[in-house]
Nanobody
């Protein structure tokens, strides 16, 4: 049974940086994709950055050029380097992993950016 766990969230001032990490347990194979989603209060969960097993990445327009997603297929881990953070980035960030079918989610980690 696959479980995901995020780490690295916290409070940071605007313009600062954070690095989120996610580790998958209970799986010995690489996922079709891994990624990061976020949900701010009163808003729907949205994709932030996704990376496929082939290394192809997709970023939300709002984070392009500021965030970088990194994946280690062998370890089934994924990280999100967040630079030049803005208050609008404040949200709960969720790790996601997709096998060919279905989807797994971590419990989320809070990122708060103060202005």
């Amino acid at each position: 049974q696959v479980q995901l766990m995020e780490s690295g969230g916290g409070l940071v001032q605007a313009g600062g940086s954070l690095r989120l990490s996610c580790a998958a347990s209970g799986s010995t194979v690489s996922f079709r994709s891994m990624g990061w989603y976020r949900q701010a209060p009163g808003k729907q969960r949205e994709p932030v950055a996704v990376i496929g097993s082939d290394g192809i990445t997709n970023y939300a327009d709002s984070v392009l050029g500021r965030f970088t997603i990194l994946r280690d297929n062998a370890k089934n881990t994924v990280a999100l380097q967040m630079n030049m953070l803005k208050p609008e980035d404040t949200a709960v960030y969720y790790c996601n992993a997709k096998p060919w079918m279905g989807s797994y989610w971590g419990p989320g980690t809070q990122v708060t950016v103060s202005s």
